[in-house]
Nanobody
Framework: QVQLVESGGGLVQPGGSLRLSCAVS????????MNWYRQAPGKERELVAR???????AYADSVKGRFTISRDGAKNTMYLQMNSLKPEDTAVYYC????????WGQGTQVTVSS
């Protein structure tokens, strides 16, 4: 069974930064694509960023230029560097990996507030 474990969430002031991590129990290169999603209260889960097995990246318009997705194969870990955070970035952030099956982490809370 594949396990994904997020960490790095917390409370940050507007304009601040956080780095989320997603530790995976098998090689991250075995997945076709890996994603970061988020879900704010009362809203649907939305795709924030994705990275393909080949390293191509894509971002939601709302986070372009502020968030960066990356990975470390040696650590089997995916990251989401979040800069210039805004209150509207407040959500539970989930990592997701797809390879025939869809795998999800448990989520980590990010709260942007003064």
């Amino acid at each position: 069974q594949v396990q994904l474990v997020e960490s790095g969430g917390g409370l940050v002031q507007p304009g601040g930064s956080l780095r989320l991590s997603c530790a995976v129990s098998r090689s991250i290169f075995s997945f076709t694509v890996m994603n970061w999603y988020r879900q704010a209260p009362g809203k649907e889960r939305e795709l924030v960023a994705r990275i393909s097995s080949g390293g191509s990246t894509a971002y939601a318009d709302s986070v372009k230029g502020r968030f960066t997705i990356s990975r470390d194969g040696a650590k089997n870990t995916m990251y989401l560097q979040m800069n210039s955070l805004k209150p509207e970035d407040t959500a539970v952030y989930y990592c997701n990996a797809y390879a025939v099956n869809n795998y999800w982490g448990q989520g980590t809370q990010v709260t942007v507030s003064s």
